[in-house]
């Protein structure tokens, strides 16, 4: 059963405007989330983390925003620019410094 | 600093056939990662290591799959034989953490080996 779900598998957005990309999951006592950007023929590179002490984290263009209740998170592209296009991965940290990831949702930001 | 190498960045086998992939982490990272990306789903934890030692295994397939870190800096990761669904990119990663520290350390990854069996 997978523990972080991203469901959608991919988001279109033109230049200028946000792009917002969902993530949920399924424990409550993961309590470190964050981000991640992939390039084709790259590896992941981290982008942005939130601890679930915090319900934002914002880093120039780019917020984390964590709804623990709903057990949902979320990143916020403000303004998405073409160079954002790229696979975006989702992952909790648990016990033992292990990553959980969950499928990614590619981003296309149109000019 | 320097980042997370990987080689190679291709590999063509046919089942049943073996394979072997290099790890060099960054730097003074203790904690080691292979993780298993299949297309079109997120990186699966394969090992984790912690210097020399293995922390997590569980979801390696050890009938066919090996890891290691002898000196608790570079690793190799062998897949003997090889099946179809082995066809993935395999990555390596790296952080600074320790178990015992804090778990809220990001992974360094490497470009990973693209591994095709035919």
């Known amino acids: 059963d997978q523990q972080v779900k991203q469901n959608s598998p991919s988001l279109s957005v033109q230049e200028g405007r946000i792009s917002i990309l969902n993530c949920d999951y399924t424990n409550s006592m993961f309590d470190y989330f964050l981000w991640y950007k992939k390039y084709p023929a790259e590896g992941p590179t981290f982008l942005i983390s939130?601890?679930?002490?915090?319900d934002k984290n914002e880093d120039g263009r780019f917020t984390v925003f964590l709804n623990k209740s709903a057990k949902h998170l979320s990143l916020h592209i403000v303004p998405s620019q073409p160079g954002d296009s790229a696979v975006y991965f989702c992952?909790?940290?648990?016990?033992?410094?292990?990553?959980?990831f969950g499928d990614g949702t590619t981003l296309t930001v149109k000019p | 600093e320097a980042g997370v190498a990987q080689s190679p960045r291709y590999k063509i086998i046919e089942k049943r056939q073996s394979v072997a992939f290099w790890c060099n982490p960054i730097s003074g990272h203790a904690t080691l990662y292979w993780y298993q990306q299949i297309l079109g789903q997120g990186p699966k934890l394969l090992i984790q290591f912690q210097n020399n030692g293995v922390v997590d295994d569980s979801q390696l397939p050890k009938d066919r799959f090996s890891a290691e870190r002898l000196k608790g800096v570079d690793s190799t990761l062998k897949i003997q034989p090889a099946k179809l669904e082995d066809s993935a990119v395999y990555l390596c990663?790296?952080?600074?953490?320790?178990?015992?520290?804090?778990?809220?350390?990001?992974?360094?990854f490497g470009n990973g080996t693209r591994l095709t069996v035919t």
């Open positions: 992952a909790v940290n648990t016990n033992a410094g292990k990553s959980t």
């Open positions: 939130i601890s679930s002490i915090k």
């Open positions: 990663a790296s952080s600074h953490i320790l178990i015992r520290v804090g778990r809220n350390s990001p992974l360094h």
